[in-house]
């Protein structure tokens, strides 16, 4: 699950940047 949070957590920064 840790794995999928940080997946997520990248895909956020990624979008707002």
Known sequence: ML???ALFF???I???C
């Open 3 to 5: 794995g999928f949070n």
């Open 10 to 12: 990248f895909l956020l």
């Open 14 to 16: 990624a979008t707002s």
